[in-house]
C-alpha cells in the first residue's frame, strides 16, 4: 500500500529561463507545430499549450533582475517522438543546432538539441 504523503509523484510543470520570451515561444511554437499569436505572449511568463497533464512554462524573469541565465550541458527535459529517426530529419530541416548526436540502447533512441537561450532539450522515443 503507497503511503499518502503531500507531495505527490507526479510533475505539473516545466520551467524554462529564456532571454527573449517572443522569441523563444516562436521557437517552442514552431518545433511542436502550434499555431502562435505573439500578441498573446505577454512578460513574465508564456504557457506553452501541452498534450496531457504536464505543462511547459517559460519565463523571462522580467520581475526577478538578478536572475542569472546559465544553461547547462544537461537536458532539462524530452519531447516524445515515437518515430525517432523522422523526429532526427525533421530538427535537421529545421536547422535546429543538434549537440548530442543519436544514441540508441535496445529500442530506446534519443538526441539532444537546444533552443535558442542554450537550453538543452532531449528528443526521445520513451
Known amino acids: 500500500m503507497q503511503k499518502t504523503l503531500p507531495i505527490k509523484n507526479q510533475m505539473n510543470g516545466v520551467f524554462i529561463h529564456v532571454t527573449n520570451l517572443k522569441k523563444s515561444a516562436q521557437w517552442y511554437s514552431d518545433l511542436l507545430g502550434l499555431d502562435l499569436n505573439l500578441d498573446s505572449v505577454q512578460s ?3 504557457n506553452i499549450p501541452l498534450v496531457g497533464s504536464s505543462s511547459l512554462t517559460l519565463d523571462d524573469h522580467t520581475f526577478d533582475p538578478g536572475f ?3 544553461p547547462s550541458d544537461a537536458a532539462l527535459f524530452n519531447f516524445y517522438a515515437p518515430d525517432i529517426d523522422e523526429a532526427y530529419q525533421y530538427i535537421q530541416t529545421k536547422g535546429i543546432e543538434i549537440i548530442r548526436e543519436m544514441e540508441r540502447v535496445g529500442e530506446t533512441a534519443w538526441f539532444n538539441i537546444k533552443d535558442p537561450d542554450g537550453n538543452v532539450v532531449m528528443i526521445c522515443n520513451c
Do not use: S, T
Open 44 to 46: 513574465p511568463v508564456y
Open 68 to 70: 542569472k541565465h546559465m
